[in-house]
């Protein structure tokens, strides 16, 4: 079965650089499927992000979105109806003087019928919890809030795939929150595909499946808590922490004190050593 998403032998190198920026990496992607791609900065990750809905194109090998060649000059537009990038730096996203104008913009260069267009945007307010903040100005909201309006501005397009390039690195822990509460809740109700580009683990740890990059290479791949458990000392080597309840189940653990693998969340563990406690 071909997942919505191919990279196939994909090297990449910029025009003044000396060496690949990214080096052979291979990987296919399900629909629905929430894929972390992680690695510290120089790692390629944001390249291979650029990658993935034709900004950039391999120099060698083939990037497959939806059943189109991103090296296909004919599809580029196919493509990019398909993807929606939420960028890092939430100001550089809006081009309207209201929340409502900027989520129309999308909407209406792409020729949707005025009716259609608000009712897109009523709805794709409502979903990231945005909808009573319609008539105000975007720089006046908060960092997470501006994130959520250009995630709002994404799925009233009706896109397949949401690309987070480092969407929460400028986000204090509340934003943060909101930004990946809103996305969770649009990969399980609404099965958008999604990648998170990003060097904070935690984000990483919600996802079903997590890639590490490391010198435009991809270096490990698996599930986040097989990842995190299995290769503590790699991760240091390639300048990655290992999270918080990881390092702590793994002390708990050389106790005696074994938890539910799935307990990712800070809040999970919590619950789960209120349970073990309740039956010691």
């Known amino acids: 079965m071909t997942g919505i998403i191919e990279v196939r032998?994909?090297?990449?190198r910029y025009n003044d650089a000396e060496e690949d920026a990214i080096k052979n990496v291979s990987f296919s992607l399900d629909e629905g499927e929430w894929l972390a791609i992680v690695g510290h900065n120089g790692s390629g990750k944001s390249t291979l992000a650029k990658l993935l809905n034709g900004l950039l194109l391999p120099y060698s090998g083939t990037v497959t979105v939806a059943g189109f060649k991103t090296n296909d000059a004919n599809h580029v537009w196919d493509i990019r109806k398909q993807v929606g990038v939420v960028f890092q730096n939430p100001d550089n996203q809006f081009v309207g003087t209201t929340v409502m104008d900027d989520v129309a913009f999308g909407l209406e260069n792409n020729g949707i019928p005025r009716e259609e267009m608000l009712e897109r945007i009523y709805d794709s307010l409502r979903k990231v919890q945005m909808e009573k903040f319609i008539n105000h100005e975007p720089h006046r909201l908060s960092g997470g809030q501006k994130q959520r309006v250009a995630i709002a501005g994404i799925i009233a397009l009706k896109p397949k795939i949401i690309i987070l390039d480092e969407a929460t690195s400028m986000l204090d822990p509340k934003g943060r929150k909101?930004?990946?509460?809103?996305?969770?809740?649009?990969?399980?109700?609404e099965n958008i595909t999604v990648i998170s580009i990003t060097h904070d683990i935690e984000e990483a740890m919600l996802a079903n499946r997590m890639?590490?990059?490391n010198q435009g290479e991809k270096v490990l791949e698996g599930r986040p808590h097989e990842i995190f458990a299995a290769y503590r000392d790699k991760l240091k080597e390639y300048q990655l922490e290992v999270p918080f309840v990881i390092q702590l189940k793994q002390k708990l653990a050389e106790r005696g004190i074994v938890l539910n693998e799935h307990s990712f969340t800070q809040e999970e563990l919590v619950e789960e050593l209120w349970k073990f406690t309740s039956k010691t």
Not at 9 to 12: K, L, S
Not at 178 to 189: A, G, H, P, T, Y
């Open 178 to 189: 909101e930004v990946i509460d809103v996305v969770k809740n649009l990969n399980e109700s």
């Open 211 to 213: 890639i590490v990059m």
């Open 9 to 12: 032998n994909v090297f990449f």
